[in-house]
């Protein structure tokens, strides 16, 4: 089966850099996405990893290793408007559903 | 502006009663889902759909069960509810095609059972 970890809870201060970590175990995937949620909110989707490297959307970074089946998100520059939950999620290779990890909370101090 | 919307927001019901929530897509998506969120626990997956009338077991289907009789509408069924489903529940879809994961979810329906 598919598993995902995450760091429960991230705490960062408004303006500096933070890297949300995401292991699996998994027998085959199509690549690693990312979903923010606000509290209250839907999860929305942020990024997608279908190659190893990183990949970089404005202030939001995604990084994927599949020898290691490790990625992160690194957020920049960071806002208080960035405080959410963040899910990493991956496709099923031998079938349609999508997983997701557990969730970090990401807070951030002014 | 792609859409999923789900029947409503809140809901409380009583144990042992029979429970359908709805969700409705606007997007055309073959694949439609329904997710449980509690905290701590992140998102498990209940049921999916890749297509009409065929349904899947996620991880955690046990109490639950679904429909899909048409393409856009995909309904999660409490048979009897119990108190352990209080929950918010979370309705999503993505289409077919390529590696394309970008999932659209739904507001989210917290279910209190009572």
């Known amino acids: 089966g598919q598993s995902l970890e995450q760091p429960s809870e991230v705490t960062a201060v408004e303006g500096a850099i933070v890297q949300i970590n995401c292991t699996y175990q998994?027998?085959?995937?199509?690549?690693l996405s990312w979903y923010q949620q606000h509290d209250g909110g839907a999860p929305t989707f942020l990024s997608y990893?279908?190659?190893?490297g990183l990949e970089e959307t404005g202030r939001f970074s995604s990084f994927l290793s599949r020898s290691d089946s490790y990625g992160y998100l690194l957020l920049q520059e960071l806002q208080m408007k960035d405080s959410a939950s963040y899910f990493c999620?991956?496709?099923?290779?031998?079938?349609?559903?999508?997983?997701f990890g557990s969730g970090t909370r990401l807070s951030i101090r002014p | 502006d792609v859409k999923v919307t789900q029947s409503s927001r809140y809901l409380v019901k009583r144990t042992g009663e029979k429970v359908f929530l709805e969700c409705v897509q606007d997007m055309d998506h073959e694949n439609m889902f329904w997710y449980r969120q509690d905290p701590g626990l992140g998102l498990r997956l209940i049921y999916f759909s890749y297509d009409v009338k065929m349904k899947e077991k996620g991880d955690i289907p046990e109490g639950y069960s679904v429909s899909r009789e048409k393409k856009e509408r995909f309904s999660l069924i409490l048979e009897s509810a119990s108190t352990n489903q209080t929950s918010m529940y979370l309705c999503a879809s993505y289409a077919v095609g390529g590696e394309n994961t970008e999932a659209f979810f739904g507001q989210g329906t917290r279910l209190t059972v009572v």
């Open positions: 998994t027998s085959g995937f199509y690549g």
């Open positions: 999620a991956v496709r099923d290779l031998g079938a349609s559903k999508i997983i």
């Open positions: 990893n279908a190659l190893d």
